[in-house]
Nanobody
Framework: VQLQASGGGLVQTGGSLRLSCAAS????????MGWFRQAPGKDREFVAN????????YYVDSVKGRFTISRDNAKNTVYLQMNSLKLEDTAVYYC?????????????????WGQGTLVTVSS
């Protein structure tokens, strides 16, 4: 499966963005999906994940209550709605697909990665 992330951009603190991750090649409904991010000079970190049906989600503490992951399997697309953005949310955001059985927060468990989309939050 090929993944294409989009929707990044420049936004002020407190603003919102919605990232999209479009899958092609195979249906995304067969994969667990996750969003990760990598800030300048830092390691890539887990942000959120969602199971195949879309009825289970998990978030890193720093984004709980602000970010929402969702999926539309009919459109082969996963979304990350980001509200109340903070300066520390600035990063390249990556979507990833996992063929495994259970949702994971580990980078090593994801089999396919998108190219990343840059989110810059300014004051």
């Amino acid at each position: 499966v090929q993944l294409q992330a989009s929707g990044g951009g420049l936004v002020q603190t407190g603003g919102s963005l919605r990232l999209s991750c479009a899958a092609s090649g195979r249906s995304s409904s067969g994969y667990l999906m996750g969003w990760f991010r990598q800030a300048p000079g830092k390691d890539r970190e887990f942000v959120a994940n969602i199971n195949r049906r879309g009825d289970y989600t998990y978030y890193v503490d720093s984004v709980k209550g602000r970010f929402t992951i969702s999926r539309d399997n009919a459109k082969n697309t996963v979304y990350l709605q980001m509200n109340s953005l903070k300066l520390e949310d600035t990063a390249v955001y990556y979507c990833a697909a996992d063929r495994g059985a259970a949702p994971s927060r580990q980078i090593k468990d994801y089999d396919y990665w998108g190219q990343g989309t840059l989110v810059t939050v300014s004051s």
